[in-house]
């Protein structure tokens, strides 16, 4: 708080009070009252003045630079009312309680949002739930039919009914994570295994190299995260070579870093910086196949929220390949 900002601000009670010291002069001269008692009457009501402005200000510009301060130093505005210490001035008290109601009518309005929130994510977990089971059952029949007409599409609803589950889950995933050494190779294989029928009907070639490491994670979210890869590097190959998908692994002291690379079409460059974002199709995903553009976003999110960093390179027409980096932690290192 400043003090010309103050000045300022308080410049209607000095032209009151001005107009009271010139009446106040006025009378005193009307009764011829020596000029002495009137410079010392005046300096006595400017004293009184100035003192009590004094006063106000130092009082204020504590109060309210010390909110600003904290305001500034948080990273989290809406916590201020925890820093906030009730002044000794009207004004300031009724400024606090202010920001203490609204913050509390806040935070009632979050935990209604937060409870219609919940609920609607275990009303969507149920549904996926329910829905997987006549999914299944077509993918069972099928199988034992030995009818692969259908296989591919009901491969691909599973996907997109596991994308609703675990972008549900994604805003609150610490909940459902368990973090454990995992085996790459075996979370690899079993996905491999899952995604068996497609990758034989479309000829894919599966490759990998140095994958008989473990790193800290959770083993289902990891094999979420092979799955929708793998899934996406199916949508994008090239017609004009074998499919091949390789997955090697390499390990450092500090970090585990995972390459999962694919022969398809790439990544034209000018959509590479974009394509973990939500929503974003780019232009593979409205020429060659429609996309909705949430597989690369939901792992993006899911491996932040698990502590992994993952960014791609891609040439178009040559391949694109995402990689994963793991932290080797204290228990890596000792088993």
Known sequence: MRLSDYLKDRSGSFLIAGCAWLMTVIF???????????????????????????????????????????????D?????????EEPDFTEGKILCNT?????????????????????????????VHEVKLPVASLQLMCHNDGNTRYSSQLHRIDDYIE??????????????????????????ADTAIRCREELQERG?????????TSVMTDS????????????NSMKYFSPDRTPEITVKAETSPDTTILRFRDNGIGI????????????????????HTKSTGM?????????????????????????????????????????
């Open 268 to 287: 034209p460059e000018s959509d590479l910086p974009y394509i973990f974002e939500k929503s974003f199709t780019g232009q593979n995903g409205r020429t």
């Open 76 to 84: 989290k505005k809406y916590l201020i009312a925890e820093m906030l």
């Open 204 to 212: 894919v070639g599966i490759s990998t190299e140095g994958l008989d």
């Open 295 to 335: 597989g690369l976003y939901i792992i993006k999110k899911l491996c932040s929220k698990l502590g992994h960093s993952i960014t791609a390179e891609s040439v178009q027409n040559s391949y694109t390949e995402i990689i994963i980096t793991f932290g080797n932690n204290d228990l890596l290192k000792m088993s």
């Open 28 to 74: 005193l001269c009307a009764f011829h009252t020596n000029i002495q008692a009137v410079i010392i009457v005046s300096v006595i009501m400017l004293l009184a003045l100035a003192g009590s402005e004094a006063l106000n200000f130092i009082k204020r510009k504590r109060f309210y630079d010390s909110l600003e301060s904290s305001l500034n130093g948080l």
């Open 220 to 231: 289902k979210w990891l094999g979420y995260i092979f799955g929708q890869l793998i899934s």
């Open 163 to 188: 994308n609703v589950l675990y972008y549900a889950r994604s805003g609150s995933a610490e909940k459902d994570y368990v973090i454990r050494e995992t085996s790459l190779k075996r979370v690899f």
């Open 99 to 127: 920001i203490h109601e609204t913050d509390k009518a806040m935070l009632e309005h979050i935990n209604e949002y937060k409870l219609a929130n919940e609920q609607f994510r275990e009303y969507l977990e149920m549904w």
